[in-house]
């Protein structure tokens, strides 16, 4: 089941993740593929939870379309008893305790969760048997050997929201061009102070201009 579960989730698709000082970047590929086959050219992997809150999937759809939903109602719930949005950090501490106690027949997903609260921008990557690592950048899927090229060479800690937004995209489209299960277009998704915000095509290409 081990091997079964590391070959679904990590076939496939580039997610990424990256934090700046003022806020967090998600992004991913559009592709969704089933073996050799391409299902789908406009498959959505960025998902807004909450204002300040966003995921993003990976591995068997239907598992991490059904963890979208669940952090959402319980983000939802969490708000109207506390009157404060959910931390970054329970929302992953959440869907890490769902994969744990799945963990026997798991969810066959791979999730980036990241936001702003209290504390700051934070980023968590968490695998579909509960393990949780906080990251400042992240790359998930088969694209991610190319992806962590451009990041490993480009980020620093110190950048800005802007800077590290152009990372992430010359990172997803490096990946794109090089990894055969990811490709068609990208998705990119920015949450800061003031809230979640996905960018429009024309956003995109004018980032992917600058950054080239």
Not at 30 to 44: E, Q, S, Y
Not at 167 to 196: H, L, N, P, T, W
């Amino acid at each position: 089941m081990h091997e079964t579960t590391n070959e679904l989730t990590l076939k496939g698709t580039t997610t990424i993740g990256a934090v700046s000082k003022d806020g967090v970047v998600l992004a991913s590929d559009t592709r969704v593929t089933m073996g050799t086959l391409i299902a789908h050219k406009k498959g959505k992997k960025v998902y807004r939870i909450d204002n300040h809150l966003a995921m993003t999937i990976s591995g068997v759809v239907a598992d991490a379309q059904r963890i979208v939903e669940i952090l959402r109602a319980n983000s939802r719930i969490y708000r109207l008893d506390r009157k404060c949005p959910m931390a970054v950090s329970a929302a992953a501490r959440l869907i890490g305790n769902l994969f744990f106690s799945y963990r026997l027949s798991p969810f066959i997903a791979q999730i980036l969760i990241g936001g702003i609260d209290s504390s700051g921008a934070r980023l968590f990557s968490l695998d579909p048997f509960g393990s949780i690592t906080e990251e400042k950048f992240v790359a998930t899927g088969s694209g991610s050997p190319v992806a962590y090229g451009v990041l490993e060479e480009r980020y620093r800690e110190d950048l800005s929201l802007q800077e590290v937004l152009q990372i992430v995209v010359q990172s997803v489209d490096s990946a794109m061009k090089r990894d055969v299960a990811s490709g068609d277009s990208f998705d990119i998704a920015v949450i800061d102070e003031k809230g979640y915000h996905e960018l429009s095509d024309d956003e995109k290409k004018r980032i992917q201009t600058h950054s080239q």
